[in-house]
């Protein structure tokens, strides 16, 4: 694994709170809104305590200044900036689970919402592992990991320098690389089985010209309303799920 940087970071909100302390993601500090007693806060105050962390009662104002007041519920953990993934670390998560390789590749996703968002469907449909580039694209931050629901924690994040020398490495691999277009096969025939990953492009400019030269395959979600374009995050999520569906058919 790879840290993301030398800085801390925070998680905030209760069930990312949750996730993070039942993870092996290194923890500094808990900061707890005082006078607050939910059913959620003990089981924090529980966690916390099993790994003899610090735990300090401050004012809702102190909380509102350490996270630019975003919707905190009263908890923020002080934690090492997340770490990165290698790319055999998400074949090991495949292999581990005794699965053909399912990954994603976001080509320069900027909105950390979304990749949050993604993150949260990726780990609901067994994905084993997202790829981003170091530049021009969101990292793991904060936000991405409130988004995300605790999903920061289960599903690996590999940031690579060069997407495209990426995705070539992937097929030489033996993985089948999908991408999404406006002119493709119709995503509800896609068949997802075998060691594939879905490339995701960037929220106003798609896939770049080079990955997607790359690809094997191109995508495309029908549209016959109105507005045609999909937000990252909904557009990755059906395209996911499709995956699930034909890797995961019914009986």
Same mark, same amino acid.
């Given at each position: 694994m790879q840290p993301a940087n030398n800085e801390l970071d925070f998680i905030i909100g209760r069930h990312p709170a949750v996730e993070a302390l039942k993870s092996e993601q290194e923890i500094n500090k808990v900061f $707890?809104?005082?006078? $607050? =007693?939910?059913?959620?806060?003990?089981?924090? /105050?529980? $966690?916390?305590?099993?790994?003899?962390?610090?735990?300090?009662? /401050?004012?809702?104002?102190?909380l509102d200044q350490m996270t630019n007041r975003q919707n905190h519920q009263g908890i923020v953990l002080a934690v090492a900036a997340?770490?990165?993934a290698e790319i055999d670390d998400l074949f090991d998560n495949a292999s581990k689970r005794g699965e053909e390789p399912f990954f994603l590749i976001l080509d320069e996703l900027e909105d950390p919402h979304n990749l949050g968002s993604i993150l949260r469907t990726a780990d609901a449909a067994? /994905?084993?592992?997202i790829i981003i580039p170091k530049r021009?694209? /969101?990292?793991? =931050?904060?936000?991405?990991?409130?988004?995300? =629901?605790g999903a920061i924690e289960h599903v690996p994040v590999a940031r690579v320098t060069n997407l495209v020398q990426t995705a070539k490495q992937l097929q030489q691999r033996g993985v089948w690389l999908f991408g999404t277009d406006m002119n493709g096969t119709d995503y509800r025939r896609w068949d997802a089985k075998g060691a594939v990953a879905l490339v995701i492009g960037n929220e106003g400019k798609g896939i770049s010209a080079?990955?997607?030269? =790359?690809?094997d395959e191109m995508l495309t979600i029908p549209m016959v309303g109105h507005v045609q374009s999909l937000n990252a995050s909904v557009a990755a999520s059906l395209l996911i799920y499709q995956g699930f569906n034909s890797r995961n058919p019914l009986k």
């Open positions: $707890l809104q005082e006078s $607050l =007693t939910s059913d959620a806060i003990k089981e924090i /105050v529980q $966690l916390a305590k099993k790994r003899r962390l610090v735990i300090s009662s /401050v004012p809702k104002n102190k997340f770490q990165y067994g /994905v084993h592992g021009r694209a /969101v990292g793991l =931050t904060s936000v991405v990991a409130k988004t995300s =629901t080079l990955l997607k030269k =790359t690809v």
